[in-house]
């Protein structure tokens, strides 16, 4: 056991929590790239995280709190620190009343639609596919197809750097475009509460259906990436802009621009997170200079050592 990290691997396994040393994070990401982290966790409960996150946060211990890793985008060099990784042991999905779901953060978007349709519910149909956690959906408030998690969110349960949690209604979450002020201030979501409607089951199942043909003829879901790579500029979409900049099919080593959809960056196989970072900053200053929009890179870039 590394010496550095004793004490707060002691404090986890004793809250319930499972811990792996040298864990490799290309196992936990949806690119399928990066390097090992040096402690790796496996959080057990909404309590067990702000105990740890104040522990860590005292200590001054690196760390970083990981959902599905769908937005995320390791060195290859791994992570210098510890990941509190909130997946399956914070799953759940309950009823709260006939409309409201509760969902904790490490509950996969693709099974609180599934637990909606059971329930004859609508309003989730847009984010059946989203490849992300409740948590990191409620966190960027996740889109697509014309909806966005703000639509139906009604609150969320949240930890602060000082380990307390508070319940944060939606109209306090400044939710906008792939934002929402969580952001600002670096608090992590560890359940949700989401208002539906009563509708029809036949007509869920169908919108649901529609839209993941959709995703499917459309995006390269066969591909490991991180979903759209890039923000949309106002007033415009990022794929049109990076495909009128001839860049489509553009690689560097594994990654390349997808064929099928501009607007993502794809491990085609073998790639490197060098190597994707090396295609996203070439689109970039392609597009700035064919077009002069700047994309924004909807990723989040973790790097293996703290920035000094």
Do not use: W
Not at 34 to 45: I, P, Q, R
Not at 84 to 91: A, D, E, T
Not at 94 to 107: E, K, N, P, V
Not at 153 to 167: E, F, N, P, W, Y
Request: a negative charge; one cysteine or more.
């Amino acid at each position: 056991m590394n010496e550095k990290y004793f004490d707060v691997i002691t404090l986890a396994v004793r809250l319930g929590c499972e811990v792996r040393e040298r864990e490799p994070l290309s196992a936990h990401c949806t690119f399928r790239t990066g390097g090992d982290c040096d402690v790796f966790v496996e959080v057990s409960s909404d309590d067990a995280l702000g105990q740890l996150i104040a522990f860590l946060e005292n200590a001054s211990v690196r760390y970083f709190v990981l959902g599905n890793g769908s937005n995320v985008l390791f060195s290859d060099d791994g992570f210098e620190g510890v990941i509190l990784h909130i997946g399956s042991m914070m799953n759940e999905i309950r009823l709260m009343d006939d409309t409201t779901i509760y969902a904790q953060a490490g509950a996969s978007l693709t099974r609180l639609c599934n637990f909606a349709l059971e329930n004859s519910l609508t309003g989730l149909e847009f984010a059946y596919g989203i490849p992300g956690y409740v948590g990191g959906a409620v966190f960027m408030n996740a889109g697509a197809y014309g909806g966005e998690i703000k639509d139906v969110l009604q609150s969320a349960r949240v930890v602060d750097k000082s380990g307390s949690a508070a319940t944060v209604d939606v109209y306090d979450m400044d939710m906008s475009y792939r934002h929402s002020a969580l952001m600002e201030n670096d608090r992590i979501v560890v359940s949700g509460l989401f208002k539906l409607q009563k509708g029809d089951k036949a007509e869920i199942k169908a919108k649901m259906d529609d839209l993941m043909g959709r995703r499917k003829a459309k995006q390269p879901i066969e591909y490991p990436s991180a979903g759209s790579t890039f923000k949309r500029p106002e007033g415009q979409f990022a794929g049109a802009l990076i495909e009128k900049s001839g860049l489509r099919g553009y690689s560097s080593g594994g990654a390349c621009v997808s064929q099928k959809h501009c607007g993502f960056v794809i491990n085609k196989g073998g790639a490197t997170s060098k190597d994707i970072m090396q295609v996203i900053r070439d689109v970039q200053k392609t597009v700035l200079e064919k077009t002069g929009f700047m994309l924004e890179c909807e990723v989040r870039i973790i790097p293996a050592k703290e920035e000094q």
